[in-house]
């Protein structure tokens, strides 16, 4: 059972564009929501996350958009460069537990 | 702080043979996981451990995997026999337990070959 559906799988962006990533959950449990992002060869690193107490959190160029109650987060990357080029995950976990379920990937491809 | 160490950092083996994979947690940290990635499933947590005891395993795929945390600051992963199909990248992190939302600091993974 998948807890987490990420799409799209890849997406090609140019660069200066938006960048955009969802994710859908089933489980209502959870309640801490992170986007990691991994570039190759190396491993997953926390980019940014949000708690379903707000519906945005934004750092920089990334925003995390929350709607509770259609089960639904994605991940906004503004004026997307190059060095944004990466997978990014999106994960959830449930209150107290420090186990994380992650999505399947998203590979960012941002053209100069 | 060197970040979660991860040993060997490639590894090719012959099927039969037993694998052995190590980490090493960021100093301080109490949780740690060990996960699997692929291109066909993801990334997987196999079984994580809260003060050096697991506490759910229930990623581990079979028998034939086990892990061990003899003390705070080492962790194994073995694989015996291995199989083809246990050809994955796998990667350890650890996080300060903050009792949910922690986050988790990867190491920089194992790409293992079974042949």
């Known amino acids: 059972q998948q807890q987490v559906k990420q799409s799209p799988q890849s997406l090609i962006v140019q660069k200066g564009g938006i960048s955009i990533i969802n994710c859908a959950y089933e489980?209502?449990?959870?309640?801490?929501f992170p986007w990691y992002q991994q570039f190759p060869g190396k491993g997953p690193a926390l980019l940014i996350a949000?708690?379903?107490?707000?519906s945005e959190k934004k750092e920089g160029r990334f925003t995390i958009s929350f709607n509770k109650s259609a089960k639904q987060f994605s991940l906004h990357i503004m004026d997307s460069q190059p060095g944004d080029s990466a997978t990014y995950f999106c994960?959830?976990?449930?209150?107290?537990?420090?186990?994380?379920?992650f999505g399947k990937g998203t590979k960012l491809t941002v053209n100069p | 702080d060197a970040g979660v160490i991860q040993s060997p950092r490639h590894e090719v083996t012959e099927m039969g043979q037993e694998v052995t994979l190590r980490c090493k947690p960021i100093?301080?940290?109490?949780?740690l996981f060990w996960y699997r990635q692929t291109m066909m499933r993801g990334l997987e947590l196999l079984i994580y451990?809260?003060?050096?005891?697991?506490?759910?395993d229930s990623g581990m795929p079979e028998d034939r995997f086990s892990a061990k945390m003899p003390n705070a600051s080492f962790s194994t992963l073995k694989i015996q026999p291995s199989e083809p199909r246990d050809s994955a990248v796998y990667f350890c992190?650890?996080?300060?337990?903050?009792?949910?939302?922690?986050?988790?600091?990867f190491g920089p993974g194992t790409r293992l070959t079974v042949l």
């Open positions: 992190a650890s996080s300060q337990t903050r009792g949910g939302g922690g986050e988790q600091f």
């Open positions: 489980n209502t449990a959870f309640d801490y």
């Open positions: 949000i708690r379903p107490d707000v």
């Open positions: 994960a959830a976990s449930k209150g107290g537990s420090e186990k994380l379920v």
């Open positions: 100093s301080g940290h109490n949780s």
């Open positions: 451990f809260n003060n050096n005891v697991p506490i759910d």
